[in-house]
């Protein structure tokens, strides 16, 4: 069964770091255009983060760079998204997805070919 399963989400106080994880099982990850959405209540899903495959070109929303780094570690068929600095604007679910053919670019706008279920991230005011 080919699934993406998140982890390393929780509460954190502003300021503090805390390191997502995406495992991939069933396909390899090293293929695909790797990302993080997030969505808070009542507003827009956005992307905040992608890995393109054959460079490793990055991309970040604007309100995270310098603050959150992604990563793949292709032996362990993962991807992680390192979240420093973190503020209550960054409260959201986060969901890491994937792509299998594009770059950066068509992550941004092309529907994902997968999906994890999501991990809860809560940066207190």
């Known amino acids: 069964q080919e699934q993406l399963v998140e982890s390393g989400g929780g509460q954190v106080q502003p300021g503090g770091s805390l390191r997502l994880s995406c495992a991939a099982s069933g396909f390899t990850l090293a293929y695909d255009v790797v990302g993080w959405f997030r969505q808070a209540p009542e507003k827009d899903r956005e992307a905040v983060s992608c890995?393109?495959?054959?460079?490793?070109?990055?991309y970040y929303l604007d309100s995270v760079k310098g603050r959150f780094t992604i990563s793949r570690d292709n032996a362990r068929n993962a991807v992680y998204l390192q979240m420093s600095s973190l503020k209550p604007d960054d409260t959201a679910i986060y969901f890491c997805a994937a792509l299998s053919w594009g770059d950066c670019s068509s992550f941004l706008t092309a529907e994902p070919n997968y999906w994890g279920q999501g991990t809860q991230v809560t940066v207190p005011s």
């Open positions: 890995i393109s495959t054959s460079d490793d070109a990055t």
